[in-house]
C-alpha cells in the first residue's frame, strides 16, 4: 500500500512538472490565447481604484495577443499590503495574474513595515495610469476649510490601515507642520471613507486624489460638497489655486526632500504589475498591451465617461521612481518614516 501511494505521488509529481514544462514552453500569443486571467485590486469594490480597472479591462484585453478574458478580482486589506503580498508569495507567476495596486504600497519595504513580505524591485511593473497630486477633502458641514482650520478645528479623518496614505499622510502634516489631524481607521477603503463622511462619522479624507473623487463623486466639487484646504503636493494644483500646497509650507531642504520622497507614490498612481517569475516575453506583451490600451481612442472615450483621469507612466518610469526612492539617503528615509508614524508598523500579511 505504501509502495503504490508513493508511486501515485512520484506520477502527480511528474504530471504536474509536464503541465508547468508545457506552459513554459508556449509563446505569449499561444499563452494568452482565449485564456482567463485576472486583474487583482488591493481596493474594495466601487472606489476609484475600481472604476480604473472596470473601465480598462476590456481594452488591455483587446491588445493582448488571443484576446484573453480579464476578470476583477478584489484583495482589499492593510492599506494594499495584503494583495501585494499574495502577489509576491501566492500568486500565479505564468502570466494569468497581473494586479492594480495602490501607490504607496511598492515603499512599504522601503520604510520597514513589517507586513511588507515583498520586493518591490522584483516585481514586474508594467505602467501607471496616472500621475496626480493629493489633497485633504472636508465635508461643507464640518467647519474645516482652510489651511488654518487643521490648527483651529477638529478634523477626524478616514483611514484604511497603517501605511495606507489616508493614515501616513495625516501623521506626516502633524508630524513636520504641527496640525492636529485624528484618524479614524478600521474602513476597508477609500470608497467606505467617502460613504462615512456623507454620514457624518468622520470630516474627511487626507491623501485623497482628485482623480478618486471626480470618478466615483462627481458632483463633489462642482457642488462644493467639500473643500480642500491644503494640497499635499510641492505645487499647487490651478484646479483649486486657493489652496495652499504643502511645498509652499516646507522651511528647509530636509523637510522638502522628505516631501519629495512621501510624495513618490503620486509620480505613478494606479500601477500595474505581474508578480516575479513571469516568462520575459508574457511580462513584454503585457507592457506592450498596456501602453496599446492606455492610447486607445476608445478607452479615452471610456475614462472621460467615467470621469477618471488618465495619464499613463511607462513601465521604465515607474521602476525608475521607485528605485530612486530606495536609494534616498537614510537619514531622509528615517526621517519620513518618523514623520508618518510608520515606525514599528505591524500590518499582517
Known amino acids: 500500500m505504501k509502495r503504490a501511494a508513493t508511486m501515485q505521488r512520484i506520477l502527480l509529481t511528474l504530471s504536474l512538472m509536464l503541465v508547468s514544462t508545457v506552459a513554459s ?3 505569449a500569443h499561444e499563452f494568452f490565447s482565449d485564456r482567463q486571467m485576472r486583474l487583482l485590486l488591493s481596493s474594495d469594490a466601487g472606489g476609484g481604484y475600481a472604476s480604473y480597472a472596470i473601465a480598462f479591462a476590456p481594452y488591455l484585453s483587446k491588445h493582448l495577443p488571443g484576446n484573453p478574458n480579464i476578470i476583477v478580482d478584489y484583495m482589499p486589506g492593510a492599506g494594499g499590503i495584503r494583495a501585494m503580498n499574495y502577489l509576491y ?5 505564468d502570466g494569468s495574474l497581473i494586479a492594480l495596486v495602490h501607490s504607496s504600497v511598492p515603499f512599504a519595504p522601503l520604510y520597514g513595515i513589517e507586513g511588507a513580505q515583498f520586493d518591490s524591485l522584483e516585481m514586474q511593473w508594467l505602467g501607471s495610469m496616472n500621475a496626480t497630486s493629493g489633497i485633504c477633502v472636508a465635508w461643507h458641514e464640518s467647519g474645516v476649510q482652510t489651511w488654518q482650520d487643521l490648527f483651529d478645528k477638529d478634523y477626524f479623518v478616514g483611514g484604511s490601515g497603517a501605511g495606507s496614505q489616508m493614515e501616513t499622510l495625516p501623521m506626516m502634516l502633524n508630524k513636520l507642520f504641527g496640525t492636529d489631524i485624528k484618524v479614524i481607521s478600521g474602513y476597508r477603503g477609500g470608497n467606505e471613507v467617502y460613504i462615512a463622511m456623507e454620514r457624518r462619522e ?13 470618478s466615483t463623486r462627481p458632483d463633489w466639487f462642482p457642488d462644493q460638497r467639500v473643500y ?7 505645487e499647487r494644483n490651478p484646479e483649486f489655486p486657493d489652496s495652499l500646497a504643502l511645498g509652499e509650507l516646507a522651511k528647509d531642504e530636509l523637510t522638502r526632500n522628505i516631501l519629495k520622497l512621501v510624495l513618490s507614490p503620486m509620480d505613478i498612481d494606479r500601477p500595474f504589475l505581474a508578480p516575479p517569475g513571469v516568462p520575459a516575453d508574457r511580462v513584454a506583451a503585457l507592457r506592450t498591451a498596456f501602453h496599446a490600451a492606455m492610447n486607445d481612442p476608445g478607452f479615452i472615450a471610456a475614462a472621460a465617461s467615467v470621469q477618471i483621469e488618465i495619464r499613463e507612466t511607462s513601465s521604465e518610469r515607474v521602476l525608475e521612481v521607485i528605485s530612486a526612492a530606495y536609494a534616498m539617503p537614510s537619514e531622509v528615509v528615517q526621517a519620513a518614516n518618523s514623520a508618518m508614524n510608520l515606525t514599528g508598523a505591524n500590518l499582517g500579511r
Not at 204 to 213: D, E, M, Q
Open 89 to 93: 508569495a501566492n500568486g500565479e507567476q
Open 202 to 214: 468622520v470630516d474627511g479624507r487626507c491623501g485623497t486624489l482628485v482623480s478618486s473623487i471626480k
Open 228 to 234: 480642500v484646504p491644503v494640497q499635499i503636493a510641492m
Open 25 to 27: 514552453a508556449q509563446n
